[in-house]
Each structure stands twice: as structure tokens, then as C-alpha cells.
């Protein structure tokens, strides 16, 4: 199976910062690569799928970027509701992997 | 609008069987495959399986092989994921979600998830 790493594994920041969260998978997965926005309790929510590609209704302060191996989610002006834990996912094989999360937390 | 509504919260004992389903509403029930995918309690996802709503075929994880069971009912637009000889480890949060790309199973990406069904193994 193919591995997901992402860091850092939590961060801290205000509002209005902009914040990025590395993502390496353990072998090339070209641009199959997806990313999920989880609050506590809830379900998670899709963002952004094959790298780069903003989902439906999506704000636009969130990008992504990256191909092969290591890629990035980007908030830029951190909002009070992006508060949450992200988390990567490979669709370049099966099973689908993800990564362990990253934790967004209020400084 | 498109959702997924999942059953309720099960606590089982070890060796038990549960049974999770899943009610689709909001688009073309055949149409898109369905994955299951768990979180247990503070840790990350496992995908445990898929199943094509219009056909029925299924493809399971590796890890679920013999255990797992996915099915559904097409004039209740509802999938089902049952698994049996539950241990204290199955203990978690089973998600079933919708598959991106209509009539296709490549490409696994997770537009929209169900609100989840905790599960609860224990003695």
C-alpha cells in the first residue's frame, strides 16, 4: 500500500494567516492526490481532488498544488471556521491511503 | 441536494456481526459507486471496500477479505456494509461515501460522505 505522510502533525495560527500543510506519498502518484477538511464529530468534507482542483463550493483561500510525490494545501487568510484537522488521500491506487492529519488549531 | 443518511450507533459484543446501511438521496442512485471507509476513536481513515450500486459487484480490502459483506437495495436507493466477527479493534466510526466520478470506480475520490454510525465493540 502506498504510504501518506503529512506534516506537521499540528499547528497553531491566527486568523488572517496563511498557513501550509506538506503532504509525501511513499511512491509517485502523479497528481492523484486529494485533500479533506474534518471538524471534531463531523464527517469529513472534500476540498480539493487531483491536486489542484477546487471542489464545488469550496472558498477559494484554499489551494493546492504539488505532483509525484510531495504536495502542499495552502489557506491563505485563515478564517475562524478553517479550525479543523486536513488529511491527504491518494487515488492513484487501491486501497486508497491517507495520511495520519494535520490539526489546525487557534493561537 | 445530494446526501447520505446512515443508520444509528450499534454497540455490539465480541464474535457479533453489525449491519451500517446508507440511504442515498439527491442524484441518480446508480450512478456512482459507493465506498466504506472507518476512523477509529483519534485515528486516521481505513478504506474497507466498495460496491457498485447498479450491479452489485463489490471489491473489499485486502484487510476485510471474509469479514465484510457490501450490498444493496436498489428501490431504497440504500447500500449496506455488514461485518462479521467483530473484535474490540472494529471499534470505530464507519463512513460510507460517494464516489466522485459518475459510472466510473477509477480514481477513488470522496465527494460526499454520510454523517457516520459509531460502532461500539465490547464485553
Known amino acids: 500500500d502506498i504510504q501518506m505522510t503529512q506534516s506537521p502533525s499540528s499547528l497553531s495560527a491566527s486568523p488572517g494567516d496563511r498557513v501550509t500543510i506538506t503532504c509525501r506519498a511513499s511512491?509517485?502518484?502523479?497528481?492523484?492526490l486529494n485533500w479533506y477538511q474534518q471538524k471534531p464529530g463531523k464527517a469529513p468534507k472534500l476540498l480539493i481532488f487531483a491536486a489542484s482542483n477546487l471542489q464545488s463550493g469550496v472558498p477559494s483561500r484554499f489551494t493546492g498544488s504539488g505532483s509525484g510525490t510531495e504536495f502542499t494545501l495552502t489557506i491563505n487568510s485563515l478564517q475562524p471556521e478553517d479550525f479543523a484537522t486536513y488529511y491527504c488521500?491518494?487515488?492513484?491506487?487501491?486501497?486508497?491511503?491517507f495520511g495520519q492529519g494535520t490539526k489546525v488549531g487557534i493561537k | 441536494q445530494v446526501q447520505l443518511v446512515q443508520s444509528g450507533a450499534e454497540v455490539k459484543k465480541p464474535g457479533a456481526s453489525v449491519k451500517v446501511s446508507c440511504k442515498a438521496s439527491?442524484?441518480?442512485?446508480?450512478?456512482?459507486?459507493m465506498h466504506w471507509v472507518r476512523q477509529a476513536p483519534g485515528q486516521g481513515f481505513e478504506w474497507m471496500g466498495v460496491?457498485?450500486?447498479?450491479?452489485?459487484?463489490?471489491r473489499y480490502a485486502q484487510k476485510f477479505q471474509g469479514r465484510v459483506s457490501m450490498t444493496r437495495d436498489m428501490s431504497m436507493s440504500t447500500v449496506y456494509m455488514e461485518m462479521s466477527s467483530l473484535r474490540s479493534e472494529d471499534t470505530a466510526t464507519y463512513y460510507c461515501?460517494?464516489?466522485?466520478?459518475?459510472?466510473?470506480?477509477?480514481?477513488?475520490?470522496?465527494?460526499?460522505w454520510g454523517q457516520g454510525t459509531m460502532v461500539t465493540v465490547s464485553a
Open positions: 488521500q491518494q487515488s492513484y491506487d487501491t486501497p486508497p491511503t
Open positions: 460496491i457498485h450500486p447498479s450491479g452489485g459487484g463489490s
Open positions: 511512491q509517485s502518484i502523479s497528481s492523484y
Open positions: 461515501a460517494r464516489h466522485h466520478f459518475p459510472n466510473n470506480d477509477d480514481f477513488n475520490v470522496f465527494d460526499v
Open positions: 439527491g442524484y441518480t442512485f446508480t450512478s456512482n459507486y
